[in-house]
């Protein structure tokens, strides 16, 4: 008989928070990395150590132990300690792809810079798989992946061995740690723990290993001390068994060996991971904690879609890109983007210092784009010798035309927008409010006085634009002599309507949607679902007998309307328990009311959607259930990285998932990134959302569901409905987390996209882009001081003029769409990053006055060759930098 290799991997899974705070986990991470390095410098039999590979916990060991970074560094380089590619493991189902790739970055050129970055996309803990993962660890140049979760027994053939693949195409070399990353973490040569454990374990690996002799056994776990007897361990083993040869080993020496004997391993698993057979997804977490999930989306898209591209313009006009403070921002993102903290299955005091994380980051991003904006607009403003402007930045790579939201503070009520040219704008004032000018201490002879200021106006405009510059910015004045800024009037008729789209509200309570090209109807086109939660902060459980709550009537409260755009407010009031004993009894004692505001603005081709809830309800789950044109969907589509991702509306494995031992339900609730549809040859129905990450199709009712939020007041509890046995995470003790169960005001915000035919999907990227702001706006005035935080404020101003417009460059090609502007890693050339949803390999060039040279890179950031046209495959993505005239490569 052939004896098979156990590669027995020493590792530690680092969790940088969850039921204990991070300053809990950096204590021990000190005490625990000091004994590591004692162990490895005075054993050289003790082969290495896997330390999770994240680079925050080097980099937190080496903030307190700053004297230990050679010995670090050494034992790094001699691949004793690994580290790298990550910079914290974070959940790919919930962030922003962009900020993965970010994530990544950060981890590998730190890891590299200590020495080495481990060669494996390693995944041992988070909750499903991003379908891009494979190809964006062969965009760092990695060669396999180890995870743990998301696949199913009928997708291997007879080997944990397997080709993953991206949409794109990429593939990647992957093992599946099918027993988790801890059946060795025990690991003992006593006779009792050999025979009992360690056999049946390593019996049922060969099993499941039939195409090669060696196998896994990841020796490790949660925040474990490094087993310093696994030396002498492996070889009291090899002196007990003779079936098996045991050596301690690591992931890239077990993958490099395992795949390059020949072995046939043949088998391709597409897409994302997301199967609960053998290992739990936590697939209603993305409704967990949701002030977590639309905060983190707000930061996101406003560093990745406003502040780094207007930095990028700001950089080729004299500014200093303010890298410094991005490292910062980011790394405070990675920390929130860990597989507990965005998830939100945490203590209530972690959960805190989440939110924390995320306003500071905020506040930050306000920051910097404040001071670019008004550094800017000065030079501007300088060279027109204009004082009261207003400047538009379109942070796109495509001329923008349609409208744009603005604040403008003037002495008057009345006022008017031109171009530089004269020609009128289209303006509607949707709020106005009239601001006391307050008090100036003016310094006298006589001592200081106060003197009344006079008072002012702050408007909210929506400003129609035609063809603003690409990557660049257009420049308006704004003349208080002339009044011709249309105002919101309330009409009350119960109708609101642009070019597109129609919205009713109906005697009965119900609305319903229209789209005018085709005359297709939507009727009862929304109502909320209110039930039950007796889950934990892991996971949705629906309560033994109780039924939904549905509240289908509203009352009207406002239909207010102008040129650019019209509104409507209603009302939607429910009668519910307050918690699981009131559930059980059947008592209502309190009332869910839901204020929505429905927007159409002219021109755009989906109705905006807002909802603000002030929950008083504990223990249960609302959903807002959107009816569609599409009768009994068997499909929903949802975006994932740079394309999308088809999805079963009735999970075919639900049927048996008892009988077939499933760790956990696979239900038919999935999550998304940016929006979620369903379609036919006839229509497409979509939503584009903005923290909403969880939805449901329900077929037989024509319905898509939108999970708004989930509360609930424990951190763990056994046997839910949907995932039985144990509780998840600490199982050990009761953890309760009130502020999980939502008692506050909360807000949704998202589109709805209504279509008469069945649309490509570059078009709801193109509609996503469109919904997500990519511009900003300043005014310089000397009214307010307060809106934009920073404008009190005396900052230099580095560039003394500027045009009155400006481009940086521009990008015509209708299937393409820019992810990422930014300043490079090394250098100062521009990173672009674009993408292709559709079908077909779509080729784009850079039109621009600016740069001679466009360079083909990778996601590290390495120049590879200069390039004419930017070919970017299908479902694919292509990353390059630009070169300014004179500048080498």
Same mark, same amino acid.
């Given at each position: 008989?052939?004896?098979?290799?156990?590669?027995?991997?020493?590792?530690?899974?680092?969790?940088?928070?969850?039921?204990?705070?991070?300053?809990?986990?950096?204590?021990?991470?000190?005490?625990?990395?000091?004994?590591?390095?004692?162990?490895?410098?005075?054993?050289?039999?003790?082969?290495?150590?896997?330390?999770?590979?994240?680079?925050?916990?080097?980099?937190?060991?080496?903030?307190?132990?700053?004297?230990?970074?050679?010995?670090?560094?050494?034992?790094?380089?001699?691949?004793?300690?690994?580290?790298?590619?990550?910079?914290?493991?974070?959940?790919?189902?919930?962030?922003?792809?962009?900020?993965?790739?970010?994530?990544?970055?950060?981890?590998?050129?730190?890891?590299?810079?200590?020495?080495?970055?481990?060669?494996?996309?390693?995944?041992?803990?988070?909750?499903?798989?991003?379908?891009?993962?494979?190809?964006?660890?062969?965009?760092?140049?990695?060669?396999?992946?180890?995870?743990? &979760?998301?696949?199913?027994?009928?997708?291997?053939?007879?080997?944990?061995?397997?080709?993953?693949?991206?949409?794109?195409?990429?593939?990647?070399?992957?093992?599946?740690?099918?027993?988790?990353?801890?059946?060795?973490?025990?690991?003992?040569?006593?006779?009792?723990?050999?025979?009992?454990?360690?056999?049946?374990?390593?019996? %049922?690996?060969?099993?499941?290993?039939?195409?090669?002799?060696?196998?896994?056994?990841?020796?490790?776990?949660?925040?474990?001390?490094?087993?310093?007897?696994?030396?002498?361990?492996?070889?009291?083993?090899?002196?007990?068994?003779?079936?098996?040869?045991?050596?301690?080993?690591? $992931?890239?020496?077990?993958?490099?060996?395992?795949?390059?004997?020949?072995?046939?391993?043949?088998?391709?698993?597409?897409? @994302?991971?997301?199967?609960?057979? &053998?290992?739990?997804?936590?697939?209603?977490?993305?409704?967990?904690?949701?002030?977590?999930?639309?905060?983190?989306?707000?930061?996101?898209?406003?560093?990745?879609?406003?502040?780094?591209?207007?930095?990028?313009?700001?950089?080729?006009?004299?500014?200093?890109?303010?890298?410094?403070?991005?490292?910062?921002?980011?790394?405070?993102?990675?920390?929130?983007?860990?597989?507990?903290?965005?998830?939100?299955?945490?203590?209530?005091?972690?959960?805190?210092?989440?939110?924390?994380?995320?306003?500071?980051?905020?506040?930050?991003?306000?920051?910097?784009?404040?001071?670019?904006?008004?550094?800017?607009?000065?030079?501007?403003?300088?060279?027109?010798?204009?004082?009261?402007?207003?400047?538009?930045?379109?942070?796109?790579?495509?001329?923008?035309?349609?409208?744009?939201?603005?604040?403008?503070?003037?002495?008057?009520?009345?006022?008017?927008?031109?171009?530089?040219?004269?020609?009128?704008?289209?303006?509607?004032?949707?709020?106005?409010?009239?601001?006391?000018?307050?008090?100036?201490?003016?310094?006298?002879?006589?001592?200081?006085?106060?003197?009344?200021?006079?008072?002012?106006?702050?408007?909210?405009?929506?400003?129609?634009?035609?063809?603003?510059?690409?990557?660049?910015?257009?420049?308006?004045?704004?003349?208080?002599?002339?009044?011709?800024?249309?105002?919101?009037?309330?009409?009350?008729?119960?109708?609101?309507?642009?070019?597109?789209?129609?919205?009713?509200?109906?005697?009965?309570?119900?609305?319903?949607?229209?789209?005018?090209?085709?005359?297709?109807?939507?009727?009862?086109?929304?109502?909320?679902?209110?039930?039950?939660?007796?889950?934990?902060?892991?996971?949705?459980?629906?309560?033994?007998?109780?039924?939904?709550?549905?509240?289908?009537?509203?009352?009207?409260?406002?239909?207010?309307?102008?040129?650019?755009?019209?509104?409507?407010?209603?009302?939607?009031?429910?009668?519910?328990?307050?918690?699981?004993?009131?559930?059980? @009894?059947?008592?209502?004692?309190?009332?869910?009311?839901?204020?929505?505001?429905?927007?159409?603005?002219?021109?755009?081709?989906?109705?905006?959607?807002?909802?603000?809830?002030?929950?008083?309800?504990?223990?249960?789950?609302?959903?807002?259930?959107?009816?569609?044109?599409?009768?009994?969907?068997?499909?929903?589509?949802?975006?994932?990285?740079?394309?999308?991702?088809?999805?079963?509306?009735?999970?075919?494995?639900?049927?048996?998932?008892?009988?077939?031992?499933?760790?956990?339900?696979?239900?038919?609730?999935?999550?998304?990134?940016?929006?979620?549809?369903? @379609?036919?040859?006839?229509?497409?129905?979509?939503?584009?959302?903005?923290?909403?990450?969880?939805? @449901?199709?329900?077929?037989?009712?024509?319905?898509?569901?939108?999970?708004?939020?989930?509360?609930?007041?424990?951190?763990?509890?056994?046997?839910?409905?949907?995932?039985?046995?144990?509780?998840?995470?600490?199982?050990?003790?009761?953890?309760?987390?009130?502020?999980?169960?939502?008692? %506050?005001?909360?807000?949704?915000?998202?589109?709805?996209?209504?279509?008469?035919?069945?649309?490509?999907?570059?078009?709801?990227?193109?509609?996503?882009?469109? $919904?997500?702001?990519?511009?900003?706006?300043?005014?310089?005035?000397?009214?307010?001081?307060?809106?934009?935080?920073?404008? &009190?404020?005396?900052?230099?101003?580095?560039?003394?003029?500027?045009?009155?417009?400006?481009?940086?460059?521009?990008?015509?090609?209708?299937?393409?769409?820019?992810?990422?502007?930014?300043?490079?890693?090394?250098?100062?050339?521009?990173?672009?990053?674009?993408?292709?949803?559709?079908?077909?390999?779509?080729?784009?060039?850079?039109?621009?006055?600016?740069?001679?040279?466009?360079?083909?890179?990778?996601?590290?950031?390495?120049?590879?060759?200069?390039?004419?046209?930017?070919?970017?495959?299908?479902?694919?993505?292509?990353?390059?930098?630009?070169?300014?005239?004179?500048?080498?490569?």
């Amino acid at each position: 008989m052939t004896s098979k290799k156990v590669y027995v991997v020493p590792h530690s899974h680092w969790d940088r928070e969850w039921y204990f705070t991070i300053e809990d986990s950096n204590l021990l991470l000190a005490e625990n990395m000091d004994y590591l390095l004692d162990v490895l410098e005075t054993n050289p039999n003790y082969h290495s150590y896997v330390f999770d590979a994240q680079m925050s916990v080097i980099e937190e060991y080496l903030h307190v132990r700053p004297e230990n970074r050679e010995r670090l560094q050494t034992l790094i380089q001699n691949k004793r300690i690994l580290v790298g590619p990550w910079y914290t493991q974070t959940d790919s189902l919930l962030v922003n792809t962009e900020s993965i790739i970010r994530n990544l970055l950060y981890g590998t050129r730190m890891a590299t810079s200590m020495g080495h970055s481990m060669n494996i996309g390693y995944l041992p803990d988070i909750f499903g798989q991003n379908a891009y993962l494979p190809s964006l660890f062969k965009g760092f140049g990695m060669e396999y992946s180890i995870l743990q &979760r998301g696949v199913y027994s009928d997708q291997l053939d007879q080997d944990l061995n397997f080709f993953w693949a991206s949409p794109d195409g990429e593939s990647i070399k992957t093992n599946l740690m099918m027993l988790g990353y801890g059946p060795g973490k025990f690991l003992t040569s006593e006779q009792q723990f050999y025979e009992e454990k360690l056999q049946p374990i390593l019996d %049922k690996l060969a099993n499941m290993n039939q195409r090669t002799n060696n196998l896994l056994l990841p020796s490790g776990g949660d925040q474990v001390l490094v087993r310093d007897h696994f030396p002498e361990t492996i070889e009291a083993l090899n002196e007990k068994d003779n079936q098996h040869e045991y050596v301690l080993s690591d $992931y890239e020496t077990f993958m490099e060996e395992t795949w390059h004997e020949g072995h046939s391993f043949d088998t391709t698993i597409p897409g @994302e991971l997301i199967g609960t057979e &053998r290992s739990r997804i936590h697939n209603t977490i993305r409704s967990q904690r949701y002030d977590i999930k639309q905060l983190n989306t707000i930061v996101e898209n406003k560093i990745l879609h406003q502040l780094e591209p207007l930095a990028t313009i700001g950089m080729e006009l004299g500014l200093r890109f303010p890298q410094e403070r991005l490292d910062e921002m980011w790394k405070e993102l990675f920390d929130v983007h860990a597989h507990d903290s965005i998830g939100g299955c945490n203590s209530d005091d972690t959960n805190h210092d989440v939110l924390m994380r995320l306003r500071k980051v905020d506040r930050m991003a306000d920051g910097l784009l404040n001071l670019q904006k008004k550094q800017m607009t000065h030079a501007i403003s300088n060279k027109l010798n204009q004082d009261n402007i207003f400047v538009a930045f379109n942070t796109k790579p495509t001329p923008y035309t349609g409208q744009i939201k603005a604040t403008l503070f003037t002495d008057e009520p009345t006022f008017q927008l031109t171009t530089m040219d004269g020609a009128l704008l289209d303006s509607t004032i949707t709020k106005q409010d009239y601001l006391s000018g307050g008090k100036k201490v003016v310094v006298t002879a006589e001592g200081d006085k106060e003197v009344e200021l006079p008072g002012y106006y702050r408007s909210e405009l929506l400003i129609h634009v035609t063809e603003l510059n690409p990557m660049g910015y257009n420049t308006f004045l704004v003349d208080e002599n002339e009044g011709s800024v249309d105002a919101l009037e309330e009409t009350n008729d119960g109708t609101i309507s642009n070019q597109t789209l129609r919205v009713d509200f109906h005697s009965n309570g119900t609305l319903s949607l229209t789209n005018k090209q085709s005359g297709q109807k939507i009727t009862d086109m929304i109502q909320f679902e209110n039930v039950a939660d007796a889950g934990d902060s892991y996971d949705f459980s629906p309560l033994p007998e109780d039924q939904p709550i549905y509240i289908k009537s509203a009352t009207l409260n406002a239909t207010k309307k102008t040129s650019g755009v019209e509104t409507m407010e209603v009302v939607h009031n429910a009668h519910v328990p307050g918690d699981l004993s009131e559930r059980s @009894e059947q008592v209502n004692s309190k009332t869910l009311t839901i204020h929505t505001t429905f927007e159409l603005r002219a021109s755009e081709g989906f109705v905006r959607v807002h909802h603000e809830i002030q929950n008083e309800v504990k223990d249960h789950r609302v959903r807002v259930l959107l009816k569609t044109p599409v009768t009994e969907p068997q499909e929903s589509f949802a975006d994932q990285g740079f394309s999308t991702v088809t999805r079963s509306a009735i999970n075919p494995y639900l049927s048996n998932w008892k009988e077939r031992g499933f760790k956990e339900a696979p239900v038919s609730i999935y999550p998304l990134e940016q929006f979620v549809g369903v @379609e036919n040859k006839a229509t497409t129905f979509a939503a584009i959302t903005s923290g909403i990450k969880e939805y @449901e199709v329900l077929p037989y009712q024509d319905q898509l569901a939108l999970t708004l939020f989930r509360s609930v007041g424990l951190l763990g509890k056994d046997n839910l409905a949907w995932r039985p046995g144990r509780a998840s995470g600490i199982n050990n003790k009761v953890v309760y987390t009130p502020d999980a169960q939502m008692q %506050k005001h909360m807000t949704f915000d998202y589109a709805i996209c209504f279509e008469s035919k069945q649309i490509e999907d570059e078009t709801l990227f193109e509609k996503t882009q469109q $919904y997500n702001n990519h511009y900003v706006t300043y005014q310089k005035q000397s009214l307010n001081t307060f809106e934009e935080r920073l404008d &009190r404020f005396e900052i230099p101003y580095p560039v003394s003029e500027l045009p009155s417009s400006f481009s940086l460059f521009q990008i015509e090609q209708p299937h393409v769409f820019m992810s990422v502007c930014k300043k490079s890693y090394e250098d100062e050339k521009p990173v672009v990053r674009l993408f292709n949803p559709s079908n077909e390999l779509q080729q784009a060039s850079v039109e621009t006055d600016v740069y001679e040279t466009t360079i083909r890179s990778n996601l590290y950031e390495t120049d590879l060759e200069p390039i004419q046209q930017v070919s970017v495959p299908s479902k694919g993505y292509e990353t390059i930098k630009l070169g300014r005239k004179g500048e080498s490569r």
